[in-house]
């Protein structure tokens, strides 16, 4: 039968964990899980026999394909003794058996530690840098694309590529054969892991407001990646911040786009389609979250003033904006600062502003210098605050002018029939 929606999302990291730990390569895990679920396919359209478990039939697949290449090298090294020998380590033997050549899978399913959690403690090693960490992360566990890491890095897409060779690589040479931290060593990675999965949700929610079905749906793994997290760390606040803030979000997606699939602006959501079971979920992460002061605790406390907000008129902007202060103090962020603008200029124009603050004026020149020389992603957030900005106080006629570029070269379609609804509508 074919692989149905969130199988593959299920089986992918079990298969690379298992691999990682008989072969010992993080790379050669994600180069062999590859192989063995392209045979997959293939033995489904030549009409064999159906597969009752991806994860164990890959495995097996790509333990055999890894065994008989590592006896070809070995073949190959003692015919030919005179071949440099490669700079990271020669692959374990396949006869090895020995703790140093696989990890102990067993003692680890026993301590209960998901297999995507396994894997994003392996990449978010100390012994990486931690642009390589994310990188690596991101592209092996959290399976997003160079171009989506790229874009959420703000670097170009070679840059991306390069770091994610140089970091496995890196690892390679560091560590050795493959091996998941020990319970303290994964407590000094979280922080990072806990960044690779929030990179995970934001360019879900960037960049796929309305997913077609369960195997486009990077947010909902996300989620369960956050599930995970919460069941080894349940009382870490920025943990339970972190999957409040991916539960309402994903709680209110619902209200993003219209029938046409055209995104809508904040004031024009009907919020009676949120996710009411999925936002009280949030809330009360949220609310264990706020007794933290980390980042996702602010972000959380937020994301819950948004939520319970009725409407977008009587949303507490003036708070809003005190949070995002804080957090551009913790997280000093380029988008942080665009979504602090914009709460200001929202708290502006509701007349809200309770202490001497920036004008709008003031906003909209510190948006302009983001847009100008900020990275891709603020860039574009900054264009389109902007450009609502003119809307909102008037400038019709500017405002369609700045809605008309944008369409031409925004790449999300929901976003990109937005930007075209409102350049088409008359002042």
């Known amino acids: 039968m074919p692989l149905g929606s969130g199988e593959f ?6 298969i690379v964990r298992a691999l990682a730990s008989f072969t010992g390569s993080l790379d050669d895990a ?8 392209a045979r997959a396919a293939a033995h489904e359209r030549s009409g064999g026999r159906p597969i009752e478990s991806y994860a164990a039939w890959c495995t097996s697949v790509a333990k055999r394909a890894w065994l008989d290449d590592a006896r070809r090298r070995t073949v190959e090294r003692r015919l030919a003794p005179d071949l440099a020998r490669p700079e990271v380590a020669v692959a374990p033997d396949p006869s090895d058996t020995s703790d140093d050549a696989a990890m102990d899978a067993d003692a680890l399913s026993r301590e209960g530690l998901d297999d995507r959690l396994a894997l994003l403690f392996v990449a978010c090693d100390e012994a990486l840098s931690p642009a390589s960490r994310m990188v690596l992360a991101l592209r092996v566990v959290c399976g997003l694309t160079i171009p989506e890491i790229a874009g959420h890095l703000g670097v170009q897409e070679t840059a991306a590529a390069a770091r994610l060779t140089r970091a496995k690589r890196a690892l390679a040479e560091a560590r050795g054969a493959f091996h998941v931290p020990e319970a303290a060593e994964r407590e000094r990675r979280l922080p ?5 999965v929030a990179g995970m949700f934001t360019v879900a929610h960037r960049t796929v407001l309305d997913p077609a079905d369960a ?3 990077t947010g909902r793994q996300a989620l369960s990646i956050a599930d995970a997290l919460v069941a080894a760390f ?10 409040a803030v991916v539960r ?5 997606r619902p209200g993003r786009v ?3 699939g055209t995104a809508l602006a904040l004031d024009e959501v009907d919020r009676s389609r949120w996710d009411r079971e999925l936002l009280g979920a949030g809330l009360d992460d949220a609310t264990m979250a706020v007794s933290g002061d980390g980042r996702f605790a602010i972000e959380a406390a937020i994301a819950g003033l948004h939520s319970i907000a009725p409407s977008f008129d009587r949303t507490d902007w003036a708070r809003i904006v005190e949070l995002y202060g804080a957090l551009e103090q913790r997280w000093p962020s380029p988008s942080v600062r665009v979504a602090r603008l914009v709460a200001t200029a929202h708290s502006l124009l509701a007349d809200q502003q309770t202490q001497a603050g920036p004008s709008l004026a003031e906003v909209e020149r510190e948006l302009a210098s983001l847009e100008t020389h900020g990275p891709a992603y603020a860039s574009r957030d900054a264009a389109l605050a902007l450009a609502d900005l003119e809307w909102r106080t008037g400038r019709r006629e500017h405002a369609a002018q700045r809605y008309r570029g944008l369409a031409e070269v925004i790449e999300v379609e929901p976003l990109r029939r937005f930007c075209l609804r409102r350049a088409l509508t008359p002042p």
């Open 9 to 14: 999302e299920e089986a992918w990291p079990r």
């Open 30 to 37: 994600e180069e062999y899980a590859a192989e063995a679920v």
């Open 192 to 196: 990072v892991v806990l960044a690779c």
């Open 215 to 217: 195997l486009a749906d």
């Open 234 to 243: 349940p009382r870490d606040t920025e943990v339970r911040g972190l999957r």
């Open 248 to 252: 309402l979000g994903l709680a209110r």
């Open 258 to 260: 219209d029938g046409t």
